[in-house]
T-cell receptor, first 117, second 112 residues
Framework: DAGVTQSPTHLIKTRGQQVTLRCSPK?????VSWYQQALGQGPQFIFQ???????QRGNFPDRFSGHQFPNYSSELNVNALLLGDSALYLC????????????????FGPGTRLTVL | DQQVKQNSPSLSVQEGRISILNCDYT??????FLWYKKYPAEGPTFLIS???IKDKNEDGRFTVFLNKSAKHLSLHIVPSQPGDSAVYFC???????????WGAGTKLIIKP
């Protein structure tokens, strides 16, 4: 059973460019969350996708956008890259609880290391 | 404003002894708490969780204690093993809120 996979592993971009990161959830999971982890800090919640819609968003600007496909895989897009966007981007998948609330464990991929020069 | 705090950036423990990792939170709406372990070049791995209706949860060598009045939780690892060397993150969530709020992590080093 494949776990959460992310691509690419590493990425180098320059300021102002745009980037797309990809995530395939664990088999059977229908919910994908994206996190940004800066060096020496814990992950920061960007947003969560369920049923192909953004269900909740953290405190990130509109430059950060996402998409979820019918097969539950997801993309994170970042436009107009800034130096401060350099970080490890983590994708986590879980099985949504229809009653609402975070009741299922989130499983994480290995992350994509983004460097903005 | 850090809602979840792990005040010890690192902790060194002798193999076989008990490791105690601490976490404090400020948001009284949090009702679910988790501990994750992270090795270099890997994503965080879920270890153990606790609901606010409990004050203790055990899973093998790992026990999490929750003190709601003090807004404090701790992770006990007994006995500590070399493979436990990793960064440990505390995370919290509130009912009907889908995001996890994370601490900055504590690097645990198990000495042989």
């Amino acid at each position: 059973d494949a776990g959460v996979t992310q691509s690419p592993t590493h990425l180098i971009k320059t300021r102002g460019q745009q980037v797309t990161l990809r995530c395939s959830p664990k088999s059977g999971h229908d919910t994908v969350s994206w996190y940004q982890q800066a060096l020496g800090q814990g992950p920061q919640f960007i947003f969560q996708y369920y049923e192909e819609e953004e269900r909740q968003r953290g405190n990130f600007p509109d430059r950060f956008s996402g998409h979820q496909f019918p097969n539950y895989s997801s993309e994170l897009n970042v436009n107009a890259l800034l130096l401060g966007d350099s970080a490890l981007y983590l994708c986590a998948s879980s099985l949504s609880q229809l009653a609402g609330g975070l009741t299922d464990t989130q499983y994480f991929g290995p992350g994509t290391r983004l460097t903005v020069l | 404003d850090q809602q979840v705090k792990q005040n010890s950036p690192s902790l060194s423990v002798q193999e076989g002894r008990i490791s105690i990792l601490n976490c404090d939170y400020t948001n009284s709406m949090f009702d679910y708490f988790l501990w994750y372990k992270k090795y270099p070049a890997e994503g965080p791995t879920f270890l153990i969780s606790i609901s606010s209706i409990k004050d203790k949860n055990e899973d093998g060598r790992f026990t999490v204690f929750l003190n709601k009045s003090a807004k404090h939780l701790s992770l006990h690892i007994v006995p500590s093993q070399p493979g436990d060397s990793a960064v440990y993150f505390c995370a919290a969530s509130a009912w009907s809120n889908y995001q996890l709020i994370w601490g900055a992590g504590t690097k645990l080093i198990i000495k042989p």
